[in-house]
């Protein structure tokens, strides 16, 4: 019986989207930055998010996380609206929500390990920080850190890592979180192509062995094509190309980065 209910879960979870949005528009002091944008994350896939620097990449994933202006549409994570959503009720979302940057974010005078223990701290607040943290959650980030591969690091200064080791910690930090989905703006932006072909190869196995969502931004057509099932592509805030990866290719992708504005956008 409890395979069943095991099953019917995964069922489930592979019907439903974790991430559904729908009509979102955002707007910064009424000029519109998202218009009318799409999104479904299913768990286990990755989708590669593109668009020219400007086009709303950051911004779509700020709504999910509730820290954009929506002035439309809806956004549902982990089957919340998040525009409904109470001060409390954000922070649990923003709990439950892995974030990777472009620089890292790491504190650089702290060890690797402790870094990874601050993912802990999203659930536990402050209170918890006093007392230290637990073994439990000692063992868990030492795990992680396995297996991410840097496991041999952990008693060493963030800031004494490579760009690629970093970005290691900051995904370890982000499943210490038991993240429901992962969001990566730029991850890769900062290291050498082989680096980020390692870091983009981790974040999709970690998509398809955690059956989570990764959504992950991309400046880099080939890695975009190379590490992703899907591709969404916005342009000037809308989305412009929505398919799996093995139906594109850079010729497809062109117009994301096509520029020819919205000529009625000048003459209203
Ligand atoms: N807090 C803000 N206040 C006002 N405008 C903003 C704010 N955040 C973003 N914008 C505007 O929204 C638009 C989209 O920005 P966003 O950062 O989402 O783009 P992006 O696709 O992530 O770009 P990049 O590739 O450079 O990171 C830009 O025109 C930007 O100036
Ligand atoms: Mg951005």
Redesign the pocket.
């Known amino acids: 019986m409890t395979l069943a209910m095991a099953s019917d879960v995964e069922a489930a979870a592979s019907i439903n989207p974790v991430v559904a949005v729908r009509g979102l528009a955002v707007a910064y002091d009424r000029t519109p930055v998202l218009r009318g944008v799409d999104l479904d994350l299913y768990a286990g896939e990755t989708v590669a998010l593109l668009g020219a620097?400007g086009s709303g990449?950051?911004?779509l994933?700020r709504s999910l996380t509730g820290f954009a202006p929506i002035t439309a549409g809806s956004v549902r994570v982990a089957g919340g609206e998040v525009a409904a959503m109470r001060p409390r009720e954000l922070r649990a979302l923003r709990a439950e929500v892995g974030q990777v940057f472009q620089q890292f974010n790491l504190i650089p005078r702290l060890s690797v390990l402790t870094n990874v223990l601050t993912g802990c701290l999203h659930r536990a607040g402050a209170f918890n920080l006093v007392g230290g943290f637990t073994r439990e959650q000692r063992t868990r980030a030492l795990d992680l850190l396995d297996r991410v591969g840097i496991a041999h690091k952990a008693t060493e200064p963030a800031r004494s890592l490579s760009g690629g080791q970093q970005q290691r910690v900051a995904i370890a930090r982000a499943l210490m979180q038991r993240p429901r989905v992962i969001l990566a703006?730029?991850p890769v932006a900062s290291l050498d192509p082989k680096l980020a072909d390692s870091v983009l190869g981790l974040l999709r196995d970690i998509a398809r062995q955690d059956r989570i969502p990764v959504l992950v931004?991309l400046h880099v057509l080939p890695l975009a094509l190379a590490h992703s099932d899907r591709i969404v592509g916005l342009r000037h805030g809308e989305v412009v190309v929505a398919a799996p990866t093995s139906q594109l290719d850079a010729a497809a992708l062109a117009v994301v980065y096509d520029d020819e504005e919205g000529t009625d956008e000048h003459h209203d």
């Open positions: 620097s990449k950051s911004t994933m703006d730029e931004s």
